[in-house]
């Protein structure tokens, strides 16, 4: 059953989706989203039914000061700054260049932007801080009392995006739904930002500059599964060598994020 919470567009079941063995990615066990705050009764009520026991912040110390976030009832939310070794903020100050026309078609425009979201998807898979951010969660997922989690930065489609697709890769989620996945987040965060972007042409600006920002590429991806390959060899070893995880912990790891079979049988049975 999908679940639809206004106030954080972005916001869906990172499981559901078919294996290319046949199975299929567990659902309502790890969520992504935008970062939760200001929610109203009926999001409160819908967050509330799933259970949640555990809440991954991937945003970096800057963007906490500016929205702390809310933390459901009965979860505990730990804090992972994935960017802490990124020297430039780049979140925090992509959202204020959204107030600034001009800095902005000066430091993202004639594709700056998108060269700067494919350098920092690299280093998602290889910075320090971002290994030790995406360990925690992978070893989370494996206690069971840990779980439903949910996983959010700001607008849940860059490190929010990568944890996903990765760990959907890992199950076997075939590479064409692992992006129409990851691409899904586009028109829920442009839809999100709608004022801002108004506001911004408003101003002078030119709103295409802050599409890739906004929104996300292929090629972001594509640069984050290449450093996968060159530095590792594939998804898997980048789990156990690059994560440090282990052999035993990616196997158990991509067991639990499989739909159990009975659940799989009654699913068949339905239809």
Known sequence: MSVTIA??????????????????????FLYRSDQPAALGPDDESRLASLGLRTVYDLRTVAEVAIEPGLTPAGARRVRLDVLADEQDGAPARIIAMLANPRTASHELGEGRAAAM???????????PSAIEAYRRPCLGLLDEQAAPALVHCTTGKDRTGWACAVLQT???????????????STPR???????????????????????????????????????????????????????GLGGDAVAA?????????????????AT
């Open 7 to 28: 106030a954080m567009p972005n916001f869906r079941d990172a499981g559901g989706h078919e294996t290319s063995e046949g199975g299929r990615m567990r659902r309502g």
């Open 117 to 127: 979201f494919t350098r920092i998807y690299r280093s998602l898979v290889a910075s």
């Open 170 to 184: 890992l199950v076997g989620v075939p590479r064409e739904t692992v992006y129409r996945d990851f691409l899904a």
């Open 189 to 243: 965060i442009l839809g999100k930002y709608r004022t801002h972007l108004a506001a911004f042409a408003a101003a002078g600006g030119d709103p295409d500059v802050l599409t890739p920002v906004l929104g996300v590429l292929p090629e972001y991806l594509d640069a984050a599964f290449d450093e996968v390959e060159t530095r590792h060899g594939g998804v898997e070893a980048w789990f156990a060598d690059g994560l």
């Open 253 to 269: 790891l991509r067991a639990r994020l499989r739909e159990p079979a009975e659940r799989m049988v009654a699913s068949h049975a």
